[in-house]
């Protein structure tokens, strides 16, 4: 098993994993802020090893989207307080300041007081429903936007007319598609008798 402790800022992560039954160093590494990073964290830890618990300085401001991630990743986050860490640093064999000594120094309090002692970080029921639903929203407006755009280039292609009198989002509106629908539905017909 092993326990990641996590140095935030407010562009970077960084990370660095240790054996929880050594305390020896398994790897570490630096992420950027954001989903790509947490992802890249992920990857990181899981070629470590599958038991694991992330120990994260009590920094919400600065740590809560990458617990948020982790979290809907179904990891354990313990949050550590920062005061705790501050002795950590000093017994650091490592002489200096580093954002790697920090997230060691974070590691170290956790298994000292045992990781059991920590609160464990959560989103409740709700909102991992809201962030569900809100999810699920994004999708369907990028979905939205995608048909819109390839109705356009086809728009395009056979009444580039009508398309030049469109305004940018004007497909949204039922009123405008449903005339679009008839216009189109004529210029069809016309084009088949033409044909005869």
């Known amino acids: 098993m092993i326990v990641i402790g996590v140095d935030t800022h407010k562009r970077t992560h960084t990370l660095v994993a240790l054996d929880a039954g050594t305390g020896g160093l398994r790897g570490q590494r630096t992420i950027e802020l954001g989903d790509a990073g947490a992802l890249e964290a992920l990857r990181f830890v899981g070629q470590i090893d599958s038991e694991r618990v992330w120990a994260i300085e009590d920094c919400r401001h600065v740590s809560g989207r ?30 200096g300041k580093s954002d790697p000594i920090d997230a060691s120094a974070i590691v170290r309090v956790a298994l000292s007081e045992g990781l059991d002692r920590f609160p464990t970080a959560f989103l409740d029921k709700q ?21 819109a755009n390839r109705l356009r280039w086809h728009l395009l292609a ?15 509106e039922p009123q405008i598609r449903a005339r679009l629908a008839r216009q189109l539905r004529r210029q069809l017909e016309s084009a088949q008798l033409l044909d005869r």
């Open 158 to 172: 056979i009444a580039p007319e009508r398309e030049s009198q469109l305004r940018p989002a004007a497909l949204e």
């Open 66 to 95: 990458l617990q948020r991630a982790l979290i809907a990743f179904g990891e354990r986050v313990i949050r550590i307080p920062p005061a705790l860490t501050v002795d950590a640093r000093r017994a650091a064999r490592t002489p």
């Open 127 to 147: 909102a991992m429903d809201i962030r569900m639903l809100c999810d699920y929203r994004d999708q369907l407006i990028s979905e939205r936007v995608r048909v």
